[in-house]
């Protein structure tokens, strides 16, 4: 996943991109399995097999963002085969964001603002919703992009908080 920021909204030459640090998905049907090393983040909600339901963590640097952010953006890409569909993004709350894509696993996630006693709910404790984005299907794979004024004042909250990173689940 990136995430692009950028200070002045009549000069996008001065984005900048940053490239997720860590990056991993969770899978309810495999609870103690760690997918760190997989290249590929899979997200899946299925109510009638929530085995299937998987998560994906992004974690970015925001520490060293110095110009203020007027629109943010989060990027990811799909694969083209799968249906129509809606994707709900929430960000950590500070203090939550200490996993490792080397460890986290669905058994462990509870920490990391995840509802292990439910396939797809959040803790909303550890976690803001950031809000949801339509998925359309098409036949190829294609870039996803995620954002608004709402998601921009998040982000830019969050880096004048002095926040170091930021997760998006």
């Not at 963590?57 to 629109?71: E, M, Q, T, V």
């Not at 949801?132 to 909250?157: A, L, M, R």
Request: glycine share 6%; no cysteine; proline share 2%.
């Amino acid at each position: 996943g990136y995430l692009v920021v950028f200070d002045d909204n009549d000069a996008p030459i001065e984005a900048e991109e940053i490239i997720s640090s860590e990056d991993t998905n969770i899978r309810l049907g495999d609870a103690a399995k760690n997918f760190g090393s997989n290249p590929l983040l899979l997200v899946k909600r299925q109510e009638d097999r929530p085995a299937n339901t998987s998560k994906a963590y992004f974690k970015f640097d925001i520490h060293s963002l110095s110009k203020s952010i007027n629109d943010a953006r989060f990027l990811v890409y799909k694969a083209g085969k799968y249906d129509n569909g809606e994707v709900i993004l929430y960000a950590l709350k500070k203090g939550y964001d200490n996993w490792s894509e080397s460890s986290l696993t669905w058994n462990n996630s509870a920490q990391f603002g995840n509802d292990i006693n439910s396939h797809w709910a959040m803790d909303n404790s550890k976690v803001d919703s950031l809000g949801v984005f339509k998925v359309n299907k098409t036949n190829n794979s294609e870039k996803v992009v995620y954002q608004g004024v709402d998601f921009t004042n998040y982000i830019e909250s969050r880096r004048l908080a002095g926040d170091v990173n930021l997760t998006i689940v």
